[in-house]
Structures are given as structure tokens and as C-alpha cells.
């Protein structure tokens, strides 16, 4: 009885290693934990983009891999993660859908995780909680970023790449140092994700004016953190004349939602499905642009020569190479105008933050 119910482990076991190697390595004969690799039947993918999701256990990752999965533009899904990768991918390998999933687990398996991606979607790192602010994420998740973007620098430095991770109007800066220094960095290519504020600025928008959200085209620039984030309501679609307790609501909601979710979860996490949602969304328009097609726009946090700061959201096109044009401001009320003036100091602050972390001396 004993030795029939360890075979049966082994056996188990065996199906959620088979799901812990690359696709190009052979079926056979390999062996992982003492463990040799059952062939599964996905021997390929259906046509389609490569999609690697870095930090594909976290409480944004998970989500985002599950909306992934389902998407038809994706061939080929590899989760990477330091924890939990296997459950993630046996998990999700169940759906009947035609991406291929593949889990990597630890720093060893980045590369194997990352090579030859078309699209990275980095949101790894550690989730806000009550009384921090995102500055308080910098020290852990800068260390994150800047390993996996090495990896991105060695085995797929032609992939689009998409960054989640907080302060992303730091992590962003840091990531563009890591690609300057291997000598690999295309600033077309590079995107902080700040479709989230986007999604939230239609959505409260809708509220007050009483239409469908997905009728809402709010555009939201400058950062993705508090008083950078200003949405440029003179300029929604469609048109609407809010009046100024309307606007100071709106803006006040906007810029503080990721606290507003932070909050009611009380200690238990942050905006991780609404995070996700976003995440995919943009994710997906990156995919459609990669795919030859034409006129998509979307908000996101870019190299910019638009304003004074070297990296700045507002809208982008986006083709086959990334970002194919940026959009100046347009119009500005007296109140946006102002707004602008008031994210000066955070927003150069944080961008010189990030450059800063990886020129530093290295401590001994």
C-alpha cells in the first residue's frame, strides 16, 4: 500500500515537473529533483507572440497570467517567479486555451525564462501596505527590477518590455540605466504600465457624467504616483463640462485610488486585479501593434522630449518597433496647468532617484 501510494506522488510530482522546463528542451530523459520529465501533449503553440510574465505567483501575477493565458495573440506563456512558480503553472496549464505554459522557478531559471520573448511584463516585487508610501517600495523592488532587466539585456534584448513594478516613475529610470550599460537600450521599447490610472479616470468619469465606462476615454500623463498623476479632464471624450467640485473630486480619486484600494483591503494587499486588468489591457495593445496593426493609442510612461522630464505618460502610437510617435499635451485648462506645476519636484525627484540607484558605488 505504502509503495503504491509513493508512486502515485512521484507520478504527481512528475506531471508539475513537466511543466518547469523550456519547451525546447527534449521530452525525455531529463530529470528535475530526481524526477524524470513526463512528456506532456502540448508539443507547440498555435501562431502567436511569446509572453513572459516576472513575477507570475505574486497577487498582480497570477491574475495577469490567468488574463494572458486566455488572450489568442499569446503562443507561448512563460510565468517566472522565485516562489510558487510550479502550482501557478500546473494551475493554469489545466485551461483549455492555445497558449503553452511553461513556470521557471529562481534566479537560475531567468534566462531559460526570458529567451527569445517578444513581450516581458514585469510585476515583480513587493505590494504596498498601509501607511507606505511608494517611496518606501523603492529599496526592495529597485534591487528586483534591476535584476530581471539585466536578464531582459542578455537573452532577449529585443523583447517589448513592460513594467509594473512600483514607483514605476523610478523603476522605469532604472530599467533604461541597466539597458544603457549593456549596451542595448531602445527607449521605443521600453514602457511604464500607467494604463491602471486610465482605467480608473473612465471609470469615475462614468459615474459622475452617467455613461458606460468602456465610452470613457480619459488621458491621464505625467506619472503614476500621487500628485503626478494628473488626468486631463478638459480633454475627455466624450465631451463634458465639469464644474470645479466635479474636478477637484475626480483628480483627488484618480490620484489616490491605489490608496483607496489599499485601504479597504486593510493590510491584506493592494490593487492586484484591477492592476491586472490594466496590466493585460495594455499588454494586449502592445501584442495588436507587434501584429502589424495600425492607429492604436494608449497612455503610458515613456522617454519623452514632450516636457522638461526625461520620462513622462501621455499618449503614444504604438507599431511593430514600440512607440512610434508621442503626442504633445494639447490644450491645458489654468487647473491642469497648475497640476503640472505641482509635480515638478516629486516627479524629477523620483526619475533622479532611479538613475541614481544604479550609479552608485557599490558598498564593499
Avoid: W
Amino acid at each position: 500500500m505504502e509503495q503504491r501510494s509513493g508512486t502515485k506522488a512521484q507520478m504527481r510530482l512528475a506531471r508539475i515537473s513537466s511543466h518547469m522546463l523550456s519547451s525546447s528542451c527534449p521530452p525525455q530523459g531529463l530529470k528535475m529533483g530526481g524526477l524524470e520529465r513526463e512528456p506532456t501533449r502540448a508539443q507547440g503553440a498555435a501562431p502567436g507572440f511569446k509572453v513572459a510574465v516576472l513575477g507570475a505567483a505574486g497577487g498582480i501575477g497570477q491574475p495577469l497570467s490567468l488574463l494572458l493565458k486566455m488572450n489568442p495573440l499569446v503562443s507561448t506563456l512563460h510565468l517566472y517567479d522565485v516562489f510558487n512558480t510550479p502550482g501557478v503553472t500546473a494551475d493554469l496549464s489545466h485551461t483549455n486555451t492555445s497558449a503553452v505554459v511553461r513556470g521557471y522557478l529562481g534566479k537560475d531559471q531567468l534566462g531559460p525564462a526570458l529567451d527569445g520573448m517578444d513581450l516581458v511584463i514585469i510585476p515583480a516585487g513587493v505590494p504596498r501596505k498601509p501607511g507606505m508610501t511608494r517611496d518606501d517600495l523603492f529599496n526592495i523592488n529597485a534591487g528586483i527590477v534591476r535584476t530581471l532587466i539585466e536578464g531582459v539585456a542578455k537573452h532577449c534584448p529585443h523583447a517589448i518590455i513592460n513594467i509594473i513594478s512600483n514607483p514605476v516613475n523610478s523603476t522605469v529610470p532604472i530599467a533604461a540605466e541597466v539597458l544603457k550599460i549593456a549596451g542595448v537600450y531602445d527607449p521605443k521599447r521600453l514602457f511604464g504600465v500607467t494604463t491602471l490610472d486610465v482605467v480608473r479616470a473612465n471609470t469615475f468619469v462614468a459615474e459622475v457624467i452617467g455613461v458606460d465606462p468602456k465610452d470613457v476615454n480619459v488621458p491621464v500623463v505625467g506619472g503614476h504616483a500621487g500628485v503626478t498623476i494628473l488626468p486631463i479632464l478638459s480633454q475627455v471624450s466624450p465631451k463634458f463640462a465639469f464644474n470645479e467640485k466635479e474636478v477637484e473630486y475626480l483628480t483627488n480619486r484618480i490620484q489616490n485610488g491605489g490608496t483607496e484600494v489599499v485601504e479597504a483591503k486593510a493590510g491584506t494587499g493592494s490593487a492586484t486585479l484591477s492592476m491586472a486588468y490594466a496590466a493585460a489591457k495594455f499588454g494586449e495593445a502592445c501584442l495588436r501593434a507587434l501584429q502589424g496593426e495600425t492607429g492604436i493609442i494608449e497612455c503610458a510612461y515613456v522617454a519623452s522630449e514632450v516636457t522638461e522630464f526625461p520620462f513622462f505618460a501621455t499618449k503614444v502610437r504604438l507599431g511593430r518597433n514600440g512607440v512610434e510617435e508621442i503626442f504633445p499635451l494639447g490644450p491645458l485648462n489654468s487647473y491642469e496647468r497648475e497640476g503640472l506645476e505641482k509635480m515638478k519636484a516629486e516627479l524629477h525627484g523620483s526619475i533622479e532617484k532611479g538613475v541614481n540607484f544604479i550609479h552608485k558605488p557599490k558598498s564593499s
